[in-house]
């Protein structure tokens, strides 16, 4: 052993980098930990619940539907070519379910909600409010970030539906309007490929995105640094970090269900 | 006190307490002990640690060497549970306050209660939240939030908060630090009466000499990570020592 004690091992940022990961992978498993210890703070998650889809609902509900709408008018032209026009509701369909609706919740969500839970930890950090809940003896971890966790991880999926039905109904409408088809004829030729697997693999999608919100913007704000910019950092990297981990998810539960798929 | 005169444990007692963040030797060997039913007050300019002191005994910082013993137990090497049920017994003032903004000044007084005492009925939450926001003169608050409070009384709804576990330990960090005055004098009030009311023993961490004054048993100057002097007021400020002179001066310039 060296005299000098080293400060770092690789180089400060690589070493701050793993320590991160090692950090963010303790807090993931503390939350299976205290997940089921101790009093479950059910008042807390349905208001958390709440605010998520409170927040989010409007957003994803035009989001959804402006895409819906949008997807099927630029897939029209070249179905036109081959004269396959009649296959267009399948087709949407199929991209709504499929990928779409899952990715845009996960997407909107990700900046509304991880933001917002980043920003409300991280200033319940600053202003000692967390250590305030340790001291009169209330667990903060489970009173803040199990409930969170939790209510994005109930929450993202129930909007995830909301928004395939949103996007279906844009698709819906620009269809009607241009080749007059009834909103039976449809739904029966868009849901004629639609199976079971890919609405469950699209259900399995946002529950992983929904928990990887929850757990990124918690992890965020509940280790902010001291000072207001802590604040504003944890919010910015809850966003850029579950998006990211986020489009990593969605190879992997792709390549896992198509797996079954053949 | 007709008692037997036998030596009772301290409430606090702290033994070369070491404490450093990073190159920052914050607490280099601090001794403090604080008898039942004592209020200490630790004085000392920004940043020499005077926080840092009050967190590890209330066990948010470890310590890096020395003892803190609270009730008579090591805070640094208890257990979750353990840690818990001292904690109940232990009511920590924080220095801006700390109430939770986004609840009421009812919901910010029931929280730690509702947790930490199993059945109570509605009728008994309500009388005992009601009691201690009258003890601290503030009834009139309990449907506001806290945004919507002053300074004083946030200080003070704090100070409730902390209360309604029936603390038999207070910390009270800078209780009347940014207060006009006349609000200090009746924090200075209420630290008195909850230490009558209450049967507490309290540490209090000020800058403010009339404070000290009013409610100190004893006084503890903090300096350069360790405590220079502890004694009774006239004790510590009747001194030749230039850093103690020019504190006491510096307070009552006027
Ligand atoms: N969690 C922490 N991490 C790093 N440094 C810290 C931490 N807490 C406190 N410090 C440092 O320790 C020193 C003492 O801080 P402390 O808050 O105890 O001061 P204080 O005596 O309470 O001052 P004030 O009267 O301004 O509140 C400061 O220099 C501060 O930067
Ligand atoms: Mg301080």
């Known amino acids: ?262 | 006190m007709e008692e037997v005169n036998q030596p009772e444990a301290p409430v606090i007692n702290i033994q070369d307490l070491h404490k450093s963040f990073g190159s920052l030797h914050v607490l280099r060997g601090v001794d403090l002990r604080v008898e039942k039913g004592e209020n200490v007050v630790v004085l000392g300019r920004s940043g020499t640690g005077k926080s840092v002191l009050i967190k590890i005994i209330a066990g948010l910082l470890k310590q890096d060497r020395g003892d803190c013993l609270v009730l008579g137990q090591e805070v640094s090497t208890l257990n979750q549970k353990e840690l818990r049920d001292l904690r109940m017994k232990i009511g920590f003032s924080f220095q801006n306050s700390a109430l939770y903004d986004s609840m009421t000044v009812r919901e910010n007084l029931e929280f730690p209660l509702v947790r930490n005492v199993a059945n109570l009925t509605r009728a008994e939450i309500n009388e005992q939240v009601e009691t201690v926001l009258d003890a601290v003169g503030l009834l009139q608050t309990i449907n506001q939030v806290p945004s919507e409070l002053s300074g004083g009384q946030r200080k003070r709804i704090g100070i409730a908060r902390t209360l309604i576990l029936q603390p038999e330990i207070m910390l009270y960090d800078e209780p009347t630090a940014g207060l006009d005055p006349i609000t200090c004098l009746e924090i200075n009030e209420l630290i008195n009466e909850v230490k009558e009311k209450y049967h507490t023993s309290s540490i209090i961490i000020t800058h403010d000499l009339t404070c000290a004054r009013a409610t100190g048993d004893k006084i503890a100057m903090l300096l350069d990570g360790q405590f220079l002097k502890q004694g009774t007021f006239e004790e510590v400020f009747n001194t030749e020592e230039e850093r103690i002179k020019s504190f006491y001066d510096y307070n009552f310039i006027q």
């Open chain 1, 1 to 262: 052993m060296s005299a000098k004690k080293r400060e770092h091992v690789y180089t400060r940022r690589l070493d701050s980098a793993f320590l991160a990961v090692y950090n963010g992978y303790v807090f993931f498993l503390r939350f299976f930990r205290e997940v089921f210890k101790g009093r479950m703070e059910f008042q807390e998650i349905v208001k958390q619940c709440y605010a998520i889809g409170n927040k989010s609902l409007l957003l994803i509900g035009m989001t959804g539907f402006i895409t819906g709408m949008v997807f099927t008018k630029q897939s029209r032209p070249s179905l036109a070519e081959f004269g396959a026009v009649s296959w267009l509701p399948s087709l949407v369909a199929i991209a709504i379910v499929r990928a779409l609706a899952a990715l845009v919740t996960a997407l909107i969500s990700a900046g509304k909600i991880g933001s917002s839970i980043g920003a409300e930890l991280g200033s319940m950090r600053v202003t000692e409010q967390i250590d305030a809940m340790e001291v009169s003896a209330v667990n903060p971890f489970k009173f803040l970030v199990v409930t969170r966790v939790l209510a994005s991880t109930i929450a993202i999926p129930i909007l995830m539906f909301y928004c395939t039905a949103v996007s279906l109904l844009g698709a819906f409408l620009n269809v009607t309007l241009n080749e007059g088809t009834s909103f039976i004829a449809f739904f029966e030729s868009a849901f004629e490929q639609i199976t079971f697997l890919d609405i469950f693999t699209s259900l399995a999608k946002s529950i992983a995105y929904g928990f990887t919100i929850g757990i990124v913007g918690c992890y965020q704000g509940y280790n902010a640094s001291k000072g207001t910019e802590g604040v504003g950092k944890a919010a910015n990297s809850a966003v850029v970090i579950s998006m990211f981990l986020i489009f990593i998810e969605e190879v992997i539960i792709v390549q896992v269900s198509n797996y079954f798929r053949i």
